[in-house]
């Protein structure tokens, strides 16, 4: 694994998840240990564009860092647009390996495979036909009260980086959010092991 990207996910920030979180991502880590036919966890954000495509990337790293395996990570939308390029710019800055040649993808360690990253809806074909559903923003839980494939559906926002694209502080708001996913993601994990 690129050394950036494990002192990222090694190094999380300090504050307590509060435990109404910690409660869901257990009850989310216990339907994973009583269904193990169905490995595949898919981010869901209204867009697709910045926070459910740094969880499938964040979430993948880890689960290899953590040798967690046998879970399959996707990321995907109430509508199809684009990943934002600020998301590539944190993803980058966290030192994931962003090649843009014949689409974009997303590597976070030479022996595995690249993450291609692309907005893709919840009724996309590419998405396995079942799933358990993580909407990582307020807003999908309003623009996906159905998510048709999933045998489970957890809300969990994080905060939403987009607000600063136009600022300064683009980066910074993008990389904050991504600790928090980081951070999270790191727990449910870890009560997978």
């Given at each position: 694994?690129q050394?950036?990207?494990?002192h990222?996910?090694?190094?999380?920030?300090?504050?307590?998840?509060?435990?109404?979180?910690?409660?869901?991502?257990?009850?989310?880590?216990?339907?994973?240990?009583?269904?193990?036919?169905?490995?595949?966890?898919?981010?869901?954000?209204?867009?697709?564009?910045?926070?459910?495509?740094?969880?499938?990337?964040?979430a993948?790293?880890?689960?290899?860092?953590l040798g967690?395996?046998?879970?399959?990570?996707?990321?995907?939308?109430?509508?199809?647009?684009?990943v934002?390029?600020?998301?590539?710019?944190?993803?980058e800055?966290?030192g994931?390996?962003?090649?843009?040649?014949?689409?974009?993808?997303?590597?976070?360690?030479?022996?595995?495979?690249?993450?291609?990253?692309?907005?893709?809806?919840?009724?996309?074909?590419?998405?396995?036909?079942?799933?358990?559903?993580?909407?990582?923003?307020?807003?999908?839980?309003?623009?996906?009260?159905?998510?048709?494939?999933?045998?489970?559906r957890?809300?969990?926002?994080?905060?939403?980086?987009g607000?600063?694209?136009?600022?300064?502080?683009?980066?910074?708001?993008?990389?904050?959010?991504?600790?928090?996913?980081?951070?999270?993601?790191r727990?449910?994990?870890?009560?997978?092991?």
């Open positions: 694994m050394p950036d990207i494990l990222f996910i090694k190094h999380r920030p300090a504050d307590k998840v509060p435990d109404s979180r910690l409660k869901q991502w257990q009850a989310l880590a216990h339907a994973f240990q009583r269904d193990t036919s169905h490995p595949n966890l898919v981010f869901i954000c209204t867009h697709n564009a910045r926070r459910s495509i740094m969880s499938e990337c964040l993948s790293a880890l689960a290899n860092q967690v395996e046998g879970i399959r990570f996707y990321s995907a939308g109430a509508e199809k647009t684009i934002h390029q600020n998301t590539l710019t944190a993803l800055a966290i994931f390996n962003i090649n843009r040649e014949n689409g974009v993808t997303c590597s976070f360690a030479d022996d595995k495979s690249a993450i291609p990253l692309f907005s893709k809806s919840i009724s996309d074909n590419i998405l396995p036909s079942a799933y358990h559903a993580v909407l990582v923003c307020s807003d999908s839980d309003k623009s996906c009260p159905f998510v048709p494939a999933a045998l489970s957890t809300l969990l926002p994080f905060a939403d980086p607000k600063y694209d136009a600022t300064r502080n683009a980066v910074t708001a993008y990389l904050g959010s991504a600790r928090q996913i980081a951070h999270e993601l727990y449910f994990l870890q009560l997978l092991q």
